[in-house]
């Protein structure tokens, strides 16, 4: 055997012993790093309470400002004299780069997305937000595709990592559903585009 192959086969073999060579305690170091994330105050939509469902699809709205809910179309009844209920706040958090240990800096941007799925009684068709005053964010336009809310925040502040947002929303209830509670899921997802 020539001198530059018992070269590669020592590399060869350094790297097999290596590469065998893991420390737990690393492994949970990295998973243990927090990166951007969501919270949300509420983990469900604001509850709209027992609705009986007459003749027609009935469309009901909730002002994230506020918490006012109103009947906007059809003849659905909600059980109950409550005109407001608790919206949600999501709060997006910046914390760490996945590319480096570095806080977010400013001009950092972030793409929210909010979605949702129907179910057999009730579909979101719109979500709203409006913005909690205090963080230095500039707000990007929000765009709509069925029920789905897109839009960036970008972080004008070194200092500022959080930025926060009340939920409102308008649903759809079906006019032949049972009465009761309605579920409504939705998930809240950020990236860096």
Do not use: H
């Not at 097999?16 to 305690?25: C, E, H, K, S, Y």
């Not at 983990?43 to 506020?66: C, H």
């Amino acid at each position: 055997m020539d001198a530059e192959a018992k070269v590669w086969r020592r590399a060869a073999i350094l790297l097999v012993l290596t590469a065998g060579i893991v420390r737990p305690d690393t492994v949970q170091a990295q998973r243990a790093q927090t990166f951007d994330r969501v919270t949300i105050d509420q983990t469900s939509l604001p509850a709209l309470g027992k609705i009986i469902p007459l003749n027609s699809a009935a469309t009901y709205r909730v002002d994230p400002a506020t918490g006012s809910l109103s009947r906007i179309s059809g003849d659905a009844v909600r059980v109950g004299n409550n005109s407001t209920v608790s919206v949600p706040t999501v709060t997006i958090t910046c914390d760490r780069s996945i590319l480096s240990s570095a806080v977010c800096s400013k001009g950092t941007v972030m793409a929210v997305t909010i979605s949702s799925t129907s179910s057999a009684r009730a579909q979101i068709t719109a979500f709203t937000i409006v913005p909690v005053p205090g963080a230095q964010v500039t707000w990007g336009s929000a765009t709509t595709s069925g029920n789905q809310l897109s839009f960036n925040i970008t972080f004008s502040d070194a200092k500022t990592t959080v930025a926060s947002f009340k939920l409102g929303l308008t649903v759809q209830i079906t006019a032949s559903g049972a009465t009761g509670d309605i579920a409504l899921p939705y998930t809240v997802t950020i990236s860096r585009p």
